[in-house]
């Protein structure tokens, strides 16, 4: 090794693994390594050995001792490197031929061609030794036989340069009867497994034609004024007119699709839970809690409630609109054809620029049987709204609203008098799933927004995603949301299977638990994007904005719908009540005689 060779740490690296280059096998299983290091081993104690003399007799052939301590320094460097680096080639490996992907592999000879087991190619060694280091995937190595497949081309690349992963031989023909069907940009675990070629029992074409019209819809014309619309904190109206025209609003609502105030669905088909899952997920890609709100809050909580028990008048009146929902404590008293409706709500999404409100309201006795729901028209004499300043979710319009003696018509109530609670339980499920479907994108967005950053983000000459402690920060987001998603799908099978009165009894528990999951992955996640973005995570727009963003506003997601403490105790005391009526009825109903033998 020349000064100039100690001196570049990549130059030494190659010149040192060129026999570990030049054969593959012995790379992994053979003794070729085990010479390498017994050679580095030698000359570093020749190393000591002079500087030992050195010391002693204050000269040495190699020169003076601040050249002689940095040979030593680089050739220890150099060992380290290799010995970490084949642990890793050795474990990849052992994965690789597990996985049945790599048969009958040759030594690779010094010099000469080297045919792949996989796909034939042969490889003349020389040309890989002439385009190390400069080797790169965009620029196929040349054989004799035409230019290496990328795969195989991969393989090269690790074998030439001990700093590059290993990456298995696959051929063509083992592709043959794959699931090789990828949508979107492919970063690991930033899109539902059903995305990235893996087999599911939920999906059909129907929803990967609604999955394109979404996300074409999202990219082009929502993904790049999100962040202009929350810093100005409204979203223009004609975004409301072109979601309902194109279907999304009424979506929200749940099954089945409104036909009778909606017309036919405009995408060909009937939507089911699925198709709504799809829509919260790719429009949370924004990574903005106050589009999503501001978009789909009202129809998803306000609507359903006028959907299932409002008069067939207020329907024909509201439900082409599709506006906003108010649901907090107030008291409305009867007086002749009207409800005197008193009291304030704080909180309340779309409340500034919504042109309707349904609102929860005591009319009677205390309790859960005093509550009914009223149909209140923004206009009406006594309403007053006031934009509420809170830290996130800016666009969505968040509003605290006041009623002084507003007087709304008695046709304006929904269903019956006193019914009210029991309706909006009917509903919270349906709100909850929403809630649940967006806060899983929102984490699904911090993981992949960390990827794409620590992939070209450097420091001390690696990137971020080379560093163990980063690769383990993402491992344990995509843990999380891999889980927390499956147990989405899960749920909204349920929803699209069971009858609605069975799904109010059954899923009631599940889906509250599975909110607390869902908030509580995108909470972790946020803050261990942040930290990976750093102090860009601190800043508004740019790189990290999403993840400042998100940052915001998870505690948006956690406590409406129901608060995780909450939500953590209706889950335990529903999944306990349901096992005891289970019980109870397997012990009431007939038991089959037992069969003779």
């Avoid at 017994?38 to 010391?55: F, G, T």
């Avoid at 050249?67 to 150099?78: D, Y």
């Avoid at 997601?557 to 909450?566: F, H, K």
Wanted: charged share 25%; glycine share 8%; with cysteine.
């Amino acid at each position: 090794m020349s000064e100039h060779d100690s001196l570049d740490e990549g130059k030494v690296l190659l010149n040192v693994s060129d026999s570990l280059a030049a054969n593959y096998v012995a790379l992994f299983t053979g003794p070729a390594y085990r010479m390498e290091f017994e050679a580095i081993r030698q000359q570093m104690q020749e190393y000591k050995e002079k500087a030992s003399e050195h010391d002693q007799r204050h000269s040495c052939e190699f020169g003076d001792r601040k050249q002689l301590k940095l040979r030593l320094e680089t050739s220890t460097l150099i060992k380290q490197k290799k010995v970490a680096r084949l642990a890793e080639f050795k474990e990849e490996f052992k994965d690789v031929q597990a996985l049945g992907l790599v048969a009958d592999l040759k030594p690779l000879p010094v010099h000469g061609p080297w045919e792949c087991p996989a796909c034939g190619v042969q490889v003349s060694m020389e040309n890989v030794r002439k385009t190390v280091p400069s080797i790169n995937p965009e620029h196929p190595v040349n054989t004799r036989n035409g230019p290496v497949s990328s795969l195989c081309h991969q393989v090269l690349i690790a074998l030439a340069d001990l700093s590059q992963p290993f990456a298995a031989m696959v051929s063509p023909a083992m592709l043959k009867g794959m699931n090789t069907e990828v949508y979107g940009e492919g970063h690991p675990f930033g899109d539902p497994s059903w995305y990235q070629a893996y087999n599911t029992p939920y999906y059909n074409d129907s929803h990967k034609q609604f999955r394109k019209l979404m996300r074409e819809y999202v990219d082009e014309h929502i993904m790049s004024n999100v962040h202009d619309w929350d810093e100005k904190g409204v979203i223009p109206k004609e975004m409301y007119l072109e979601a309902g025209k194109q279907g999304t609003l009424a979506l929200c609502i749940g099954r089945p699709w409104p036909e009778k105030y909606y017309g036919k669905s405009p995408w060909g088909f009937e939507p089911d839970y699925f198709h709504e899952l799809i829509m919260y997920d790719e429009m949370s890609r924004t990574g903005s809690v106050g589009f999503q709100w501001g978009i789909a809050g009202g129809t998803t909580i306000g609507l359903p409630p006028v959907y299932h028990h409002g008069s067939e008048e207020l329907k024909q009146r509201v439900m082409p609109p599709c506006s906003d929902v108010a649901n907090l404590k107030c008291t409305a008293k009867l007086e002749g054809d009207h409800y005197i409706l008193k009291g304030e709500k704080k909180w309340i999404t779309n409340g500034i620029f919504a042109d309707y409100l349904t609102v929860a309201c005591r009319t009677g006795k205390p309790g859960v049987g005093g509550i009914s729901l009223l149909l209140v028209e923004k206009d009406m004499p006594g309403v007053e709204t006031r934009k509420m300043k809170c830290s996130g979710a800016w666009s969505s319009g968040t509003t605290y609203i006041t009623f002084d003696d507003v007087k709304v018509p008695k046709g304006n109530l929904l269903g019956k008098e006193g019914k009210g609670f029991q309706y909006m339980m009917q509903n919270f499920n349906h709100e909850r799933f929403a809630f649940c479907a967006m806060s899983t994108r929102f984490a699904r967005v911090c993981l992949e927004d960390s990827l794409k950053f620590a992939g070209k983000r450097k420091t001390f000459g690696k990137t971020l995603i080379q560093q163990p402690v980063i690769r383990w920060k993402v491992a344990e987001m995509a843990r999380q949301i891999e889980a927390t998603h499956n147990w989405l799908e899960w749920i909204t099978y349920q929803l699209n299977t069971m009858p609605k009165l069975e799904a109010m009894l059954k899923l009631g528990g599940h889906t509250a638990l599975c909110k607390v999951q869902c908030t509580k992955v995108m909470e972790y996640c946020a803050r261990e994007a942040a930290q990976i973005f750093g102090g860009l995570s601190y800043s508004r727009g740019g790189q990290g904005e999403k993840v400042e963003r998100l940052n915001r506003e998870v505690r948006a997601m956690a406590i409406p719908g129901g608060s995780e403490e909450i939500m953590l105790d209706l889950g335990v005391k529903q999944s306990t009540k349901l096992a005891q009526m289970a019980k109870m009825f397997a012990e009431s109903a007939p038991q089959p005689a037992a069969a003779k033998l």
